[in-house]
């Protein structure tokens, strides 16, 4: 795979640890050739701050196909009543600062330092993007992720008032419907991605779906408000 072709500091594991785990590597850097490369090949980092980086590709990877997405009554009337204001690209670092911060019962955060200037440099040559939920201009909410092909790669999404993130992701799917996304990249399980219409596939769809995607354009205006 091309992401481990870029320098000799990364250790694979022992043959069959990315089988039960998704661990494919340690180590490495986050520079964007690296974190480009890895997307493309169905990986990404994830790690605690002090620990080396870890490289994942989960078996079964979960996901989201754009046209199966679920919007209950709750967030209908949400957009009825015009709760929030939705922009894109208009506030990146104020996204991944709030998607930092702790969650409750959780005492620190897997972003790091060095992961919030990586994909700040992504954002900065146009390959991360942000979708933010502004409530009385307040950012009350959001989410990041990458954009390559026609595949939509998400990292990490927050909110500070009910609903904000769920009513910037609705925004974002029904805008990459419009593009011809074919896929959202979810990563691994959780209970409020599920609620929207997100599923597990097993890692080999993941790769022949991701392949396809990735032969396609990546749409030069999904983030103009």
């Known amino acids: 795979m091309p992401i481990f072709a870029l320098n000799e500091e990364v250790i694979f594991p022992p043959v069959g640890l990315a089988e039960p785990s998704g661990v494919l590597a340690v ?22 701050d ?6 994942w590709s989960p078996n079964p990877r979960f996901v989201l196909f754009p046209e199966e997405i679920y919007v209950s009554k709750t967030m209908r009337q949400v957009f009825r009543r015009d709760i929030f204001r939705i922009t894109f690209d208009r506030n990146f670092r104020g996204v991944i600062e709030g998607c930092r911060e702790p969650r409750k019962k959780e005492r620190g955060t897997w972003i790091t330092d060095e992961m919030l200037e990586a994909y700040m440099r992504l954002h900065e040559q146009g390959v991360a993007h942000s979708v933010e939920a502004w409530k009385d201009d307040v950012l009350a909410g959001g989410l990041y992720g990458l954009s390559m092909g026609a595949c939509f790669f998400g990292e990490s999404m927050f909110a500070r008032a009910p609903n904000a993130s769920k009513a910037a992701f609705i925004t974002l799917v029904k805008r990459l419907i419009e593009t011809g996304c074919m896929l959202i990249d979810c990563q691994v399980y959780t209970a409020h991605l599920e609620s929207l219409g997100a599923r597990h596939i097993s890692r080999e ?12 354009e990546t749409p030069s205006d999904l983030w103009r408000d």
């Open 50 to 55: 002090g620990d080396p980086i870890i490289w």
């Open 205 to 216: 769809e993941y790769i022949d779906i991701l392949r396809d995607g990735l032969k396609r």
């Open 27 to 48: 180590g490495g850097d986050l520079s964007p050739e690296r974190l480009v490369a890895a997307y493309r090949s169905g990986i990404f980092p994830w790690y605690s």
